[in-house]
């Protein structure tokens, strides 16, 4: 079966979507391009600064991407086959995740640029906004800890394979040249280098930005061809913190200098966090976010072109059938819907619409193209994702590799169709995973600093330093614990908070969507709500607590014994909370569609009709 094929009729159906199925959200949600967004009223060079459509989709597109799309695509594919997973990005993408996105952003722009909870203290109660802030706060501490991790890694992927010539492998026949292969010559610590180099890029573009007369469009030409370089220059002066380990601790072996490595990682990761968290958008978060989305635009074209004009047949398994299961146990059901997370739908997005972008929306009609059109543009990462697994025979060793691999495996291949060189191929497939999860990081904690800020009252520098101090910590606590696996055996953190992570992302999903239920529901009085969010919100809600549950409560027994067990690790205590709070939530929510109290004044269009 041909790739290219299943690829152009993907692309097809989600372009046909954002030009019908995005037109008609417009026409529902009453947008209008003459009235003052929050972005142009409430302009503080901080946090609220309007910039131009083009360049806020780039930021926002870069930011809600991550490591999500890619990651979530090639474990389904892998675990149940890659048509299921193709089937849920398709449907998940167009009818609940542009969804979710869209009339996030739209809500929030209609309240000032505050954030989803808010939106819900308004529309629904106290209650409702403290449960649900709480529940923000622990998805974003679980996607910094799943993030950060799995890119602590990246930075040490091909350490074994590739010290060849060293006192850690001295023997080259140790080696198999499949590896080699696999790898394509690049180290972590090279992708490390490039990497720092990276995050110098945006700082030193945001200053020329501010204080010369440097403009945007020039910045952009000049800039993102440096990213390139940065990636060429990384292979020349490796950042191998496993090795610099191992020098100054001699008696240990080169996997344990890793682990050692990997925790140094993490903690210089969280600390940047902090860092991000603080400093003004202008310095950081718009033009690394706009590098970083013409370095995913420059992924997702690399994608294309190989497929196009690679000759790519699909080798992999369609269809593994209804019972197959992850290597963590994962069932098809429901855990295809919450692996694949962000290439779907992900309630992270509604943070980032309500949380950074809303505050920089120029016009209300923008959130067409900036929510839905980068939703859709996300499916197409996923796919290309996917795809990567799609080329690979069912017994590629490659298969049994972090999905990090899998990925810049992939990317190599279609760029080798360029006659690019796989070392730098590989290099780039490995750094924009990378980037992507930059972009993430600083947003997560920029968002939980947020909500530490709503919660305590503390709007100044003592509060954004307090807030980002606490989201930034809380995971330097998980990352610092060795992780087992249900076996005992030592496993890298990410592993185990991806399905929550996944499950806990989708329930906030669907949370997201029941307060815009709400919130249309009372301003509207519209049949057509149910329809368009109402019913995703079941479908969220129904597989998202699934999945939580079973991740979570058979933690709690003994199976030996079948008595109540009180776990001592806090991840499943965690996932109880989440569950509970959700629950609470569902009850506030139907309270306020069904209780007596009066609806807050209808949402009147200056121009726009009502369906």
């Not at 600083?442 to 009252?457: A, H, S, W, Y």
């Not at 101090?469 to 030592?490: I, S």
């Not at 569950?579 to 009850?587: K, P, R, T």
Request: net charge neutral.
């Amino acid at each position: 079966m041909s790739l290219l094929a299943i690829v152009a009729i993907t692309g097809a159906v989600l372009i046909a979507a954002y030009f019908t199925y995005g037109r008609f959200l417009s026409r529902f949600l009453q947008l209008d391009s003459r009235r003052p967004t929050p972005a142009v009223e409430l302009r503080d060079g901080v946090d609220y600064d309007p910039i131009e459509p083009k360049f806020l989709l780039s930021q926002h597109f870069s930011a809600i991407a991550a490591a999500g799309p890619i990651v979530g695509p090639i474990l389904a594919g892998i675990y149940f086959g890659w048509l299921p997973a193709l089937l849920w990005i398709l449907i998940g993408s167009i009818f609940i995740g542009g969804v979710h996105d869209m009339t996030a952003l739209t809500a929030s722009i209609r309240h000032k640029a505050r954030s989803i909870a808010e939106v819900v203290r308004d529309h629904m109660s106290q209650l409702s906004y403290i449960l649900f802030l709480i529940f923000i706060w622990l998805a974003l501490v679980y996607i910094i800890v799943a993030f950060a991790d799995i890119t602590a890694g990246a930075f040490l992927v091909g350490s074994e394979e590739l010290r060849i010539g060293t006192a850690v492998v001295p023997d080259p026949s140790a080696v198999t040249a499949e590896t080699i292969s696999e790898s394509g010559g690049v180290t972590g610590g090279a992708i490390a280098t490039s990497s720092l180099l990276y995050l110098a890029l945006p700082v030193i573009m945001g200053l020329l930005l501010r204080y010369t007369r440097l403009s945007l469009g020039l910045a952009t030409v000049i800039f993102v061809p440096l990213v390139g370089v940065v990636i060429w220059l990384g292979q020349f002066a490796p950042l191998d913190l496993g090795l610099i380990v191992q020098h100054f601790r001699p008696g240990q072996s080169l996997a344990e200098a890793d682990v050692t490595a990997r925790k140094i990682w993490d903690v210089l990761l969280l600390a940047y966090c902090l860092v991000a968290g603080v400093v003004p958008v202008w310095l950081l978060l718009q033009p690394r976010g706009h590098l970083g989305g013409y370095f995913l635009y420059a992924a997702l074209l690399a994608g294309v072109v190989g497929v196009v004009f690679g000759g790519f047949t699909v080798q992999f398994d369609a269809f593994k059938g209804w019972d197959a299961t992850g290597k963590g146990g994962e069932t098809f059901m429901p855990f295809l819907f919450v692996i694949i997370a962000c290439g779907a739908c992900s309630g992270f997005h509604a943070m980032i619409a309500s949380g950074t972008t809303s505050k920089q929306l120029s016009h209300e009609t923008d959130a067409r193209p900036i929510a839905y059109g980068a939703m859709l543009l996300e499916a197409m990462v996923a796919t290309l994702a996917l795809a990567c697994v799609m080329i690979l025979p069912a017994g590629s060793k490659l298969l049994e590799r972090d999905a990090n691999i899998v990925y810049a495996h992939g990317i190599s291949q279609f760029l080798n169709v360029l006659n690019i060189p796989t070392t730098f191929a590989m290099a780039f497939g490995l750094m924009a995973f990378t980037t992507f999860v930059y972009d993430t990081l600083d947003v997560c904690t920029r968002l939980g600093r947020f909500i530490v800020q709503e919660l305590t009252g503390l709007h100044n520098w003592a509060g954004r330093l307090l807030g980002s101090a606490l989201t930034a910590g809380v995971p330097l606590f998980f990352v610092m614990r060795t992780t087992l696996n249900a076996n005992g055996e030592p496993i890298a953190v990410w592993k185990v908070f991806w399905p929550l992570f996944g499950a806990s992302n989708q329930l906030l999903a669907a949370l997201t969507l029941l307060g815009v239920t709400v919130w249309l529901w009372r301003t509207r009085r519209s049949p057509l709500v149910w329809l368009i969010t109402g019913l995703p919100t079941v479908v969220m809600y129904t597989m998202s607590t699934w999945a939580l549950a079973k991740m979570t409560l058979p933690r709690f027994f003994d199976a030996a014994s079948g008595q109540f067990a009180m776990p001592t690790d806090p991840v499943p205590w965690v996932g109880v909370v989440l569950i509970v709070l959700a629950a609470l939530m569902l009850v506030e929510a139907v309270r306020a569609i069904v209780g007596s109290k009066s609806p807050p004044t209808a949402f009147k269009p200056a121009l726009a009709s009502s369906l």
